[in-house]
């Protein structure tokens, strides 16, 4: 994970650089934020992987004398299956058409997004996925 992160940290001050060249070159101001996102954006997955990196084992991918074998096993816990980000994701899409559509369909589409949220948020406890 060190390794990952230092790259994104070095891309992050690349996208820097280059925000500021820009915007300071072209005093164009969509690019020049889009640019400085990029780098917050960078930065900020950088910090994380260097953050989580410290408190995480050594991994195979930080070990220059580590063979493909070395990282086999289990990776980490992810979710069996779920419905929510799909309804999250359903409800956000019509959440969105409703500046093109008229402010009006919010009122409709605002239960779905908060329903999906909040069974996203809560699926693990309750039903087959809950902690005993």
């Known amino acids: ?19 500021i060249v820009y915007g300071v070159w072209s005093k164009e101001p969509v690019g020049t934020t889009a640019l400085f996102l990029s780098f917050a954006l960078s930065a900020m997955i950088g910090f994380y992987l260097i953050f989580t990196a410290r408190r995480v084992d050594t991994g195979a991918m ?13 990776v980490g816990f ?10 999250l994701g359903g409800g956000g899409v019509l959440a969105f058409m409703g500046p ?3 402010w009006w369909f ?13 069974l996203w948020v809560f699926e693990y406890y309750r039903g087959e996925n809950q902690n005993q």
């Not at 994970?1 to 925000?19: D, K, N, P, Y």
């Not at 992810?78 to 309804?87: D, E, K, T």
């Not at 919010?106 to 949220?117: H, N």
């Open 1 to 19: 994970m060190r390794i990952q992160g230092h790259l994104f940290s070095w891309i992050g001050a690349f996208m820097l650089a280059v925000a």
């Open 62 to 74: 930080d070990n220059k004398e580590a063979d493909v074998a070395d990282d086999a096993g289990e």
């Open 78 to 87: 992810y979710s069996p299956h779920s419905w929510a980000p799909l309804m």
């Open 100 to 102: 093109v559509f008229g």
């Open 106 to 118: 919010l009122f409709f589409t605002a239960p779905l997004v908060v329903i999906g949220l909040w």
